[in-house]
């Protein structure tokens, strides 16, 4: 915690860490704090503990169910369940079909989806990337054609996390295939267990299965699930975009891997002595403590726009790649301070009940599996390169 609170935030800060102690089940712990593999179903319990305290949409004004809590509150929400060792809130529904619903859904919209977002009876994931139309998400050609009551969609879909869990998926096709790319693009609601949906898992670099490719054969979406107008989709798709990025600025993130580093640094010996007092390491620590410092400063002035009514701009950017970057290097720390422990990459030791996990008494193998996932925050929700052309050009005005 580095910003100055007032008594009633150290309260609530205090308030989230008891619950956070309390109603964390153990076993959710145990996996989220030693890197472990997270399931569908610690998510939901979580999501539901959450819920049922009213906690469970920290960003949602509380007219639809949210708490209505301030840009700090939400922050001291986030920093003290991370470190406590809660999962992350899954985003898909909670914070990008959401805010696009609240903005653009019909009321029927509203009133079917958000309940069952907020209590995770629904399952989202994101079909926008395709084969040819990540960067360039404009050049996506999966497409929707009108026929009756219904869309005909078909096409691809790829890297679409947790598409295997999810029930639903919120997508873009091409409505209008003579129009400019931006302008034929429609946003649809789709209930993946429509007769011609197919999930196929992508494994990756940590050999795990988070991502999917999704085939789409003539699959059925009724009318009364676009979302705005049709081929107005694409600012829809770019307002959404503007919540993911900060979604990720992977704060609470950074300070649990933060609070590890120096944990670990403390505990392992380099000539005798623990490396936390080697000055080498202990710079380079301190350097991404005071970087963790101003991106967390930089967050708070940009959630902070929001409560003045003002939409978050391009700055979201530099949040993107600030959180990524950050995360990054304390994974990479964090495999020098473990030493020849992190370096054997071992699956088996992602599982709880693994005895694989330990190596020499620690939990330090997952680290190996950490490093090697963390590789995709820099491409996920917009490639660091694009954040940069953004900035060079919304920001910077070059
Ligand atoms: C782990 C993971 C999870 C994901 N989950 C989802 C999901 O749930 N749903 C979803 O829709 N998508 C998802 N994505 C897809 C993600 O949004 C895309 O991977 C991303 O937009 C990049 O697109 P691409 O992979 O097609 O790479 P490309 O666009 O082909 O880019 C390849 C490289 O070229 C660079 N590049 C491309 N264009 C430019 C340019 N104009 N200037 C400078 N450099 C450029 C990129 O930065 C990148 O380094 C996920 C990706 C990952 C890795």
Redesign the pocket.
């Known amino acids: 915690m580095y910003l100055r609170e007032n008594p009633e935030e150290i309260a609530f800060r205090t308030e989230v860490r008891n619950f956070v102690q309390c109603e964390l089940p153990t076993d959710i712990r145990d996996r989220v704090l030693n890197f472990l593999r997270v399931e569908r179903e610690d998510y939901v319990r979580w999501q539901r503990i959450l819920h049922a305290k009213s906690w469970g949409a920290p960003a949602w004004p509380q007219a639809y169910g949210g708490t209505g809590w301030n840009a700090t509150w939400r922050t001291i929400f986030e920093e003290e369940c991370f470190t406590g060792g809660a999962p992350r809130q899954i985003p898909?529904g909670l914070s990008m079909c959401a805010p696009v619903l609240m903005a653009f859904g019909t009321d029927a919209q509203k009133a079917r989806y958000l309940p069952r977002i907020i209590s995770m009876a629904d399952w989202w994931?994101?079909?926008?990337?395709e084969p040819g139309?990540?960067?360039?998400?404009a050049a996506l050609k999966t497409r929707a054609e009108r026929r009756g009551d219904y869309y005909v969609v078909s096409g691809q879909?790829?890297?679409?996390?947790?598409a295997h869990w999810a029930n639903m998926m919120f997508l873009l096709a091409r409505t209008d295939s003579e129009a400019k790319p931006q302008a034929g693009i429609s946003f649809l609601l789709l209930d993946m267990k429509t007769p011609g949906v197919t999930v196929r898992p992508i494994t990756?670099l940590d050999q795990g299965h988070?991502?999917n490719e999704v085939f789409l054969d003539e699959v059925k979406v009724p009318v009364e699930n676009l979302v705005g107008e049709e081929n107005k989709g694409w600012a829809i798709a770019k307002y959404l975009l503007g919540h993911e990025r900060t979604n990720i600025a992977g704060i609470g993130m950074c300070r649990r891997l933060m609070r590890r580093l120096k944990e670990i640094a403390r505990s392992e010996q380099k000539r005798g002595r623990p490396l936390i007092e080697d000055p080498y390491f202990r710079q380079r620590i301190t350097k991404l403590d005071m970087d963790l410092m101003c991106h967390e400063w930089s967050l708070m002035r940009l959630i902070s726009l929001e409560s003045g009514n003002k939409a978050i701009g391009p700055e979201a950017s530099v949040l993107k790649i600030r959180g990524s970057e950050i995360q990054q290097h304390l994974t990479e720390l964090l495999m020098e301070c473990a030493g020849p422990y992190a370096v054997p990459f071992v699956p088996a030791a992602l599982e709880l009940d693994s005895t694989a996990a330990t190596a020499g008494g620690k939990l330090l193998n997952p680290l190996a599996a950490q490093y090697f996932d963390m590789h995709?925050i820099s491409?996920?929700?917009?490639?660091?390169?694009?954040q940069k052309?953004i900035i060079a050009k919304a920001i910077i005005g070059l």
Not at 133 to 137: E, I, K, M, P, T
Request: charged fraction near 15%; hydrophobic fraction near 25%.
């Open positions: 898909f994931c994101q079909g926008y990337s139309a990540g960067s360039d998400l879909k790829t890297w679409t996390t947790y990756t988070d991502i995709k491409i996920y929700g917009g490639a660091n390169e694009i052309n």
